[in-house]
T-cell receptor
């Protein structure tokens, strides 16, 4: 069962533009939502994360927007740069229970930023 | 560099064989997680260990097993390998076993089954 749905599968933006990646989840027990960035041949690297008691979190050019009622969250990359070209994964983690630290990932978005 | 070390980087073997993947967590991290990344299934959680004990289990096949040793390194054992087991296997570590600890990933082991 796909518990975290991510869109789009791929995204092409021009340098300086805004990249927007969306995720939707089903399990209301999720309590932590990180975004990971993955370059070819590398492991996912934590980019930014949010808890559902906050509607927005910004770190540099990266912003997470969170809509708890809609069970959706999104990553905005402002002033996108060619170096941002990578695969981005949203994820969710459930607090407590037997899942502990298990991360449930979206299917990933391949971002290409043209110079 | 995440500080998580995985060896080997690449592994090529045949169906029916057994392999062991190794992970050294970041210094001080007590939790180790194993994930499988494939084109069709994406990133899937396999299993978590915390300070030597199994903490959580995902959709890990019975042919797969893992353990965490007293020095906190972990090994993922895959046996009776099938073509469908070809994938990237990632290890991640976090400071503790709680949900609010960020996970840091290694660069993975690429397993190819011929």
């Amino acid at each position: 069962q796909q518990q975290v749905k991510q869109s789009p599968q791929s995204l092409i933006v021009q340098k300086g533009g805004i990249s927007i990646i969306n995720c939707a989840y089903e399990n209301t027990a999720f309590d932590y939502f990180p975004w990971y960035q993955q370059f070819p041949g590398k492991g996912p690297a934590l980019l930014i994360a949010i808890r559902p008691d906050v509607s927005e979190k910004k770190e540099g050019r990266f912003t997470i927007s969170f809509n708890k009622s809609a069970k959706q969250f999104s990553l905005h990359i402002m002033d996108s740069q060619p170096g941002d070209s990578a695969t981005y994964f949203c994820a969710a983690r459930r607090a407590g229970g037997t899942s502990y630290g298990k991360l449930t990932f979206g299917q990933g978005t391949i971002l290409t930023v043209h110079p | 560099d995440s500080g998580v070390t995985q060896t080997p980087k690449h592994l090529i073997t045949a169906t029916g064989q057994r392999v062991t993947l190794r992970c050294s967590p970041r210094s001080g991290d007590l939790s180790v997680y194993w994930y499988q990344q494939s084109l069709d299934q994406g990133l899937q959680f396999l299993i978590q260990y915390y300070n030597g004990e199994e903490r959580a289990k995902g959709n890990i096949l019975e042919r797969f097993s893992a353990q965490q040793f007293p020095d906190l390194h972990s090994e993922l054992n895959l046996s009776s390998l099938e073509l469908g087991d070809s994938a990237l296997y990632f290890c991640a570590s976090s400071a503790g076993g709680q949900f609010n600890q960020p996970q840091h990933f290694g660069d993975g082991t690429r397993l190819s089954i011929l």
